[in-house]
């Protein structure tokens, strides 16, 4: 399973251990993009005095990770090199989306068993927190002293409880969701290396690195740093082509695997308190549950979206309906509608420069993992790749 040059024979690896296929949640599919933490909390550490461990041994490790709990501080952080278009997210929503294109989030999580997780994301604004503690499921916003409490059904449940799904889609990713986001993309087409040990929240750890083989990815590689004694990941870094610092880092920055107190995930809603009862039957989760996030025709329910190519260099492709405005259009339409929102929608639009090819023209957003091309006659290609393979498949 190891090639001359230290490389893992990734397939080789996959048919020797099939249960690594069935490691990765599809619900954390999204979460490498989520953000990452600050460079300062991470020291790297030349010699922690670690045994020897081969990438694959690494990838069984993973996969055997099954902490009786841990609690601790996750920070995220994500510079995508678009400084321009994280300005003019300010004037949206009071600036929450700047942090998805440049900025950083700090969350608290707790874990105890698989149906006992919190995690608290601590903003400036105030905190929201997500708790499941068996079959209840609370979310809630302190800054408007609003939640929701979600009754899951006794079946539901349990069986959620046995598939390890602990909290609902959408919640704050965690070192773990990244990583198995990041391991979703293992396959042919990447390169499975080590680089030695670091240290992460003041814990030794294992370091392996995942890199597309592709030249037409803008990603060089991703980097899971795995706890050398628990085998969670505790940070999960993503580098661009030829970069020395991450674009998107998700890491611990301070942990701790003792067990949480049973306390932490009893929420009793504060005085004054607007609670939403939500009580979904069997069918409603189960019909949810069949939801693959990770299809965007799924998503989008429309035959006009669909993916070119797998892996890495993967390509979004959508059409837009015919009758829908041109770049133009919208730009003037966001303008004449004032306001902070539309002024900024309307300046994101103007800042995007006009391209052209044998393909048509259009406007392209390039960031230093990813690009998005808008097409002139309603077409919209997306991928974490080259202008250049945008344009071969437009």
Do not use: C
Request: glycine share 10%; charged share 20%; net charge negative.
């Amino acid at each position: 399973m190891m090639s001359r040059d230290g490389e893992v024979d990734i397939v080789s690896v996959f048919r020797s251990r099939p249960a690594l296929r069935w490691l990765v949640p599809s619900a954390a599919a999204v979460a490498v993009i989520g953000g990452g933490a600050a460079a300062g909390t991470i020291v790297a550490s030349a010699d922690p005095a670690l045994p020897d461990r081969s990438a694959a041994q690494l990838l069984v490790d993973l996969q055997g990770a099954d902490p009786a709990g841990f609690s601790g501080t996750v920070v995220q952080s994500t510079d995508l090199g678009l400084p321009g278009v994280a300005g003019l997210l300010k004037n949206v929503e009071g600036g929450g989306l700047t942090s998805l294109v440049s900025g950083s989030n700090t969350a608290r999580v707790w874990y105890a068993s698989d149906d006992k997780v919190r995690l608290a994301l601590l903003g400036t604004d105030g905190e929201t927190d997500v708790i499941r503690n068996a079959g209840d499921v609370w979310i809630w916003k302190s800054s408007d002293n609003t939640g929701t409490h979600v009754t899951l059904p006794e079946d539901i449940a349990e069986k959620a409880a046995a598939e390890k799904k602990a909290l609902p889609t959408g919640v704050p990713s965690t070192p773990q969701e990244a990583a198995d986001a990041a391991l979703a993309a293992i396959d042919g087409t990447t390169k499975v290396t080590t680089t030695g040990a670091a240290e992460v929240a003041g814990r030794d750890a294992y370091e392996l690195v995942l890199s597309p083989k592709d030249a037409n990815s803008l990603i060089g590689q991703v980097r899971l740093a795995i706890d050398a004694a628990e085998h969670i990941p505790l940070r999960v870094d993503v580098y661009a082509k030829n970069a020395t610092k991450p674009a998107v880092r998700v890491a611990f920055e301070q942990v701790s695997f003792t067990v949480p107190d049973a306390q932490q995930f009893t929420f009793n809603p504060p005085p004054g308190a607007k609670v939403e009862e939500v009580k979904p039957s069997s069918d409603e989760l189960e019909q949810h549950a069949k939801q693959d996030v990770t299809k965007p025709a799924d998503v989008a329910g429309s035959e006009n979206i669909k993916m070119i190519g797998q892996g890495w260099t993967s390509i979004l492709s959508a059409k837009l309906p015919d009758d829908a405005p041109s770049l133009e259009s919208a730009a003037a339409e966001a303008g004449k509608q004032g306001g902070q929102q539309g002024e900024a929608v309307a300046g994101l639009l103007e800042t995007l420069p006009k391209v052209s090819g044998d393909w048509g023209s259009g406007r392209l957003l390039s960031g230093s993992l990813f690009t998005v091309l808008l097409t002139d006659d309603g077409r919209v290609f997306a991928g974490a790749v080259t202008p250049e393979a945008l344009y071969a498949v437009a």
